[in-house]
């Protein structure tokens, strides 16, 4: 089984700041099949990036994705309000997917 | 549009089983997987399985084998996941979620969850 691990925990950013979110694997990620969710409370988890740097439909391109084998990034270049959110990254490259335990975005 | 709706919140005791179904609509059932995924109070998210509506074939982590049990009626286009055997720590929250047959499993629409309590 991937384990996924994500830093920091917890960022405290302001609006209009860059948001750096990093996602590590226990083992190599196949074919970079990894995807990002951002999830708001009581909310579904939202797809956000699949194969690693693909956003999915309509997804604001201040978002964006990178990474290859066991380092992964999400980067969001312009902090607006309803992207405080927590995050998380998940693999589906082989059976069992995994996620992270997340990294929660909150507003400085 | 695509919708996932599920049925609602329940609470049960330990030891119960639990039914949770999912209602697709707006687009073709059976060509897509449907997953179940759940998350605990405050905590992350766990994949505990998939069926594939077309063939009913399943895939279950080794968590939950032997206690879970993922059914389709093709005909309303619904899906059910049964978990037998409830504990308290089976309480979160419990999302359906699909991803394309043939292709990657990414998530890319959500059922709307629904809340199983398990308390004596």
């Known amino acids: 089984e991937i384990v996924l691990t994500q830093s920091p925990g917890t960022l405290s950013l302001s609006p209009g700041e860059r948001a750096t979110l990093s996602c590590r694997a226990s083992?190599?990620?196949?074919?970079?099949?990894l995807a990002w969710y951002q999830q708001k409370p009581g909310q579904a988890p939202r797809l956000l990036i699949s194969?690693?740097?693909s956003r999915a439909t309509g997804i604001p391109d201040r978002f964006s994705g990178s990474g290859s084998g066991t380092d992964f990034t999400l980067i969001i270049s312009r902090l607006e309000a309803e992207d405080f959110a927590v995050y998380y990254c998940?693999?589906?490259?082989?059976?069992?997917?995994?996620f992270g335990q997340g990294t929660r975005l909150e507003t400085k | 549009q695509v919708q996932l709706v599920q049925s609602g919140a329940e609470v049960k005791k330990p030891g119960a089983s639990v039914r949770v179904s999912c209602k697709a609509s707006?687009?073709?059932?059976?060509?897509?997987?449907i997953h179940w995924v759940r998350q605990a109070p405050g905590q992350g998210l766990e994949w505990m399985g998939t069926?594939?509506?077309?063939?009913?074939?399943?895939t279950y982590t080794q968590e939950f084998q032997g206690r879970v049990t993922m059914t389709r009626d093709t005909s309303t286009s619904t899906v059910s996941m049964d978990l037998s055997s409830l504990r308290s720590d089976d309480t979160a929250v419990y999302y359906c979620?699909?991803?394309?047959?043939?292709?990657?499993?990414?998530?890319?629409?959500w059922g709307q969850g629904t809340l199983v309590t398990v308390s004596s």
């Open positions: 083992q190599s990620v196949s074919g970079n099949y």
């Open positions: 707006g687009y073709t059932f059976v060509n897509y997987y």
């Open positions: 194969g690693a740097s």
């Open positions: 998940q693999h589906y490259g082989s059976s069992p997917i995994t």
């Open positions: 069926i594939n509506p077309s063939r009913g074939s399943t």
């Open positions: 979620a699909r991803s394309l047959l043939g292709a990657t499993t990414v998530f890319d629409y």
